[in-house]
Structure formats: structure tokens, C-alpha cells
């Protein structure tokens, strides 16, 4: 039986309700796919898709909830009531979100917290590689107030970030005191700057394998769409195959493996990413990341690759479905994940002093004109998603330079 058929007859029994802050991040899925439910904020997206399906149900806050909050209501108890046999499943796992499900009988899918809680702190992680450690840049570990300024830039990470966010870019003795006077006695870990194109992607950990899901350049820092050095804004999965060479592929393969299988051993199951970058002056190919969690480019990646097997009749899987099936213990017979999509997002972000809320439909509008697929999010807070681009062609050229489809949605936003 081929993979989706194999997961759709599991789900009549063990149906999943996924509870998710931001109802895209559950899309990996045909929404009407029987057992499969999703609990999210009633935003204006979520609401009109909400209309036409059933099986999602929308919690109406004056605040947008998080998923531990959502977890928490009376009438996502009610909803859940009625769902014969419910699995839990979430976008990130925590300790509160365990709690919760732990405290009200639910039956949480993802793998315990305590492993993601090791593996992605930058103090931590290094203990936890041991000797996969060598993948890393060359890094040493002090307080803020030990740092000394060597005349030459650097990277600065706390042991805990997001997107970027805990990241910095230390290029001169005056930024290095202000870190050191606001955080004398935090820890650090600093590496040497490397210039070159970031690589990641989305993989998962069976009981007998780790499916590897497709490499995407990693867009990072651009203007108008962040006004963060470091953060995180899009993918694309067009240019990576361009980019990269048959040894560095080569040599991140070996590094997802080798991960993978560690986390498989301390009891990890499903989705994990990996973040590494290529340093312009040698080749050589870094690991920087670790992501125990559905990273966030995995539902567009599952709907590229369905965009790309829609004519194949074959046994071959998305990366959502692999992620859905490892946590329902469903091991396939046959087929692989579908590589070798076309295709990119990125984000529009809030920054620090303009929001672009106002505007949001009419950029919407203007984009979707153009062929794009936008979704558009309700935050305030700055570094969070304003507008979400998709696009079924890549619109990289190069490192940090935009294709013509690019430049679309540059001279839209700009």
C-alpha cells in the first residue's frame, strides 16, 4: 500500500488534531483529510478557512494564543471531547505543553521536550554533539565579560535563539562593550565570521531510518523584508541545487545522517532541521543549527512536492507525511521522499519602528496579482511575520541577489 494511503487508513483510527499558534504551520496535509483536525487562532486566514472545512476549529481571543494557552481553554476540551481517541500534535513541544496534556488525559504525539531542550541550546548542543562537535566552526565558550576584541568580527550566540534573534554580528570594540556591560556574566559562544551561503532543510527520523528532505538556500537578513542581520526570512529550493557542490551536498548529507541517527538513539522520532553554511574562501561546509522541532518551511515544502508527484503514480511521500507517519509508527515498504523541487517563500517581516499592518491587504493584493500565494498574519511585535510570499519558481539568482521573479515581489514591497 503507498504511503498516504497507509497513513489516511491510520488516521481513521487514531485521528491527529494539530494545535498550532499559526494554522499554516499545519497545512502539510490536504485539509480534508479524514481524522486529521486543526485548533488555531480565529485570524481573518484562519476564518475563512474555517468556512469551508469542518474540521477546523478556531479559538477567538482578544490576544492571539500560543499553543500552550490554546491547549488550555474550555472549548478546546469541548472540541476535543468529541473526537474519538484524539492524538496531540503540535509544532514545537515544551514542558508546559506536556503539562497540559499530561494533566487533561490527551495523548501528546511529538517526542519528549527534554531532547529538543539539549539539543538546540548553543551551550548545551556542544555537549550533546561530542565528537560530532567537529562539524561545527571552530567556537569558544565565556562570559560576555571575558571577551576580548581580537581586531577582527565575530559571531556572538546566547545559548538560546529564534530565527536569528540571539545572534549577533560583534565587528567593532564599541558593539563588544555594550554586550559586555548589559550581560557581563552570560554565557556566549563565539566563532569566527564566515561569509557564504546558508543551506537547510527539513528531515525525519523513523525507528529504522532518517528520510532526508530537500536542501533550500536559506535567505537571511535582507532588506525591505527584516531589519535583522541575522534573521531568518525564506527559502529557496530552486537555487540550492545550483549553488551547492557534489562535495558539499555530499558533505551535508553526512552531517543530517549522522545527527539524525544521534537524536534517533536518545528516543528522538520525527521532524528535525539542520542549519550549516559554506564559507566563500574554502568550500568548506559548516553545521550551525539544529532544529528538534517541525521546522517552519515544512508544510510549503510538502505542497511543492506534491505540486511535483501530482502526475507520478508512485509510492514516493512528502516530508509532512513522513513526519505524520514516524509519529504514528508507520514504517513504508517502499517509496522515498520527493526531491528535486522548484519553489521558494519568504517572509515580510515587522521591524523595529514600522509595521506595515495597515497596508497588508493592498500588498497582498498586488502580489497575488502577480502570480504569488500570500498569507497574511495579525502581529504586532517586532521580528514577527507580517506577509508570507510563496512562489512555485525559485526567486534567488544568487547569494543574497534576487531572480527577475524576485525583483517582482522587491519592487512590490520596496
Not at 530552486?238 to 557542490?245: A, D
Request: hydrophobic share 35%; charged share 25%; proline share 4%.
Amino acid at each position: 500500500m503507498q504511503p498516504m494511503n497507509l497513513l489516511k487508513q491510520a488516521l481513521k483510527s487514531t485521528p491527529i488534531v494539530y494545535v498550532t499558534r499559526d494554522i499554516e504551520r499545519a497545512f502539510g496535509l490536504p485539509l480534508d483529510t479524514r481524522g486529521y483536525f486543526i485548533i488555531s487562532n480565529a485570524s481573518d486566514f484562519a476564518k475563512g478557512l474555517a468556512l469551508l472545512h469542518d474540521n477546523i476549529f478556531l479559538v477567538d481571543s482578544v490576544e492571539k494564543l500560543d499553543t500552550g494557552e490554546l491547549l488550555e481553554r474550555e472549548e478546546t476540551k469541548e472540541f476535543l471531547n468529541n473526537i474519538g481517541n484524539p492524538n496531540i500534535l503540535v509544532f514545537k513541544n515544551t514542558k508546559q505543553i506536556e503539562r497540559v496534556c499530561k494533566n487533561k488525559g490527551w495523548k501528546l504525539l511529538n517526542p519528549p521536550a527534554f531532547i529538543s531542550d539539549t539539543v538546540e541550546p548553543k551551550m548545551s548542543q556542544i555537549e550533546w554533539l561530542g565528537d560530532l562537535a567537529i562539524y561545527l566552526p571552530s567556537y569558544t565558550v565565556l562570559t560576555c565579560e571575558k571577551i576580548e576584541w581580537n581586531r577582527k568580527p565575530f559571531v556572538l550566540q546566547f545559548n538560546h535563539s529564534h530565527t536569528g534573534s540571539g545572534t549577533m554580528l560583534i565587528d567593532s570594540p564599541e558593539n563588544l562593550k555594550i554586550i559586555k556591560n548589559k550581560f557581563p556574566k552570560r554565557e556566549a559562544r563565539i566563532a569566527n565570521y564566515i561569509e557564504g551561503p546558508l543551506y537547510t532543510n527539513n528531515n525525519c527520523v523513523f525507528e529504522d531510518r532518517i528520510a532526508i528532505g530537500n536542501i533550500s538556500y536559506q535567505i537571511t537578513g535582507l532588506l525591505p523584508f527584516t531589519d535583522r542581520e541575522f534573521a531568518t526570512i525564506g527559502n529557496d529550493w530552486s537555487l540550492s541545487k545550483n549553488l551547492m557542490t557534489k562535495d558539499q551536498k555530499s558533505k551535508y548529507i553526512e552531517i543530517v545522517k549522522m545527527v539524525g541517527k544521534k537524536l534517533r538513539k536518545d528516543g528522538w522520532i520525527g521532524l528535525f532541521g539542520i542549519d550549516t553554511i559554506v564559507d566563500n574562501s574554502t568550500g568548506k561546509l559548516y553545521l550551525l543549527e539544529i532544529n528538534c522541532r517541525q521546522p517552519s518551511s515544512t508544510s510549503f515544502e510538502a505542497k511543492l512536492q506534491k505540486i511535483k508527484n501530482k502526475n507520478l503514480k508512485n509510492a514516493n511521500y512528502t516530508i509532512f507525511e513522513a513526519h505524520l507517519s514516524s509519529l504514528l509508527g508507520i514504517n513504508f515498504d517502499d517509496g522515498e521522499l520527493i526531491d528535486n523541487i522548484e519553489g521558494a517563500q519568504i517572509i515580510y517581516r515587522n521591524k523595529k519602528n514600522k509595521s506595515l499592518t495597515l497596508d497588508q491587504k493592498n500588498y497582498a493584493d498586488s502580489l497575488e496579482e502577480e502570480g504569488f500565494n500570500v498569507i497574511i498574519y495579525q502581529n504586532t511585535k517586532p521580528g514577527s511575520d507580517l506577509l508570507r510570499i510563496q512562489s512555485t519558481e525559485g526567486i534567488m539568482a544568487n547569494q543574497n541577489e534576487f531572480n527577475e521573479n524576485g525583483k517582482k515581489i522587491l519592487n512590490i514591497l520596496s
